[in-house]
């Protein structure tokens, strides 16, 4: 697609939407070993490499668009992966309070009751102390299942954490990482659908 009509495109009308989606199964579906692979590849730890994985599918879905065909599409999708990660990594690394705590050693959740309040403050039962109106709302419109992982993701919990959780709270049938996986692949797209990246509502064309 060319440059002057990447710059008009509107990603979040109907056909936009359709179109992308058509091209993200199309394209990425068949590759998505790679998407993977890249993501253990560049990821600098190895606890974050399934979230690099869920965002950088979330971001070639959201610029499918601009994948040029007479290119490779295994570089094009090396690329995004790569500065995608690298920059997912800088920012965790600006939040980076000590060199001395090792992740592995922090007392596992999977004891804790997901209704409780967890030592980063934000639980299930208090999630809306935490977000704006606009956020709120299209988390409301999300389905329950949905909006059940992408809370416990933000409250700190692993996917680990979350298949168990979502296993004892009953919206989970079988262990299963990948339905967990993909229910926040999907969780995050359709926020992004509806919240812009100052966590305003989007306006409805």
């Known amino acids: 697609m060319k440059k002057q009509q990447?710059?008009?495109?509107?990603?979040?009308?109907?056909?936009?939407?359709?179109?992308?989606?058509?091209?993200?199964?199309?394209?990425?579906?068949?590759?998505?070993?790679?998407?993977?692979?890249?993501?253990?590849?560049?990821?600098?730890?190895r606890q974050d490499i399934d979230e690099n994985y869920n965002e950088c599918l979330a971001n070639l879905f959201r610029y499918i668009h601009t994948y040029d065909r007479e290119r490779s599409l295994q570089n094009w999708i090396y690329i995004c992966c790569k500065r995608l990660i690298v920059d997912l990594d800088r920012r965790r690394a600006a939040f980076k309070t000590t060199d001395d705590l090792n992740p592995e050693h922090i007392i596992s959740h999977y004891a804790e009751d997901a209704e409780r309040v967890s030592g980063n403050c934000m639980g299930m039962s208090n999630y809306k102390e935490f977000y704006n109106d606009d956020i709120l709302q299209a988390l409301e419109r999300l389905n329950p299942?949905?909006?059940?992982?992408?809370?416990?993701?933000?409250?700190?919990?692993?996917?680990e954490e979350i298949m168990e959780i979502a296993l004892r709270r009953g919206t989970l049938a079988t262990r299963n990482i990948e339905t967990v996986k993909s229910r926040l692949f999907l969780a995050k797209l359709k926020m992004r659908q509806m919240i812009d990246r100052d966590g305003n509502g989007r306006k409805k064309k």
């Open 6 to 45: 990447t710059a008009s495109y509107c990603h979040d009308s109907e056909e936009s939407i359709c179109e992308r989606t058509a091209l993200f199964n199309e394209l990425i579906l068949p590759n998505l070993n790679l998407v993977y692979k890249l993501s253990i590849q560049f990821s600098s730890h």
């Open 145 to 159: 299942i949905y909006r059940e992982a992408l809370l416990l993701q933000q409250a700190g919990y692993k996917l």
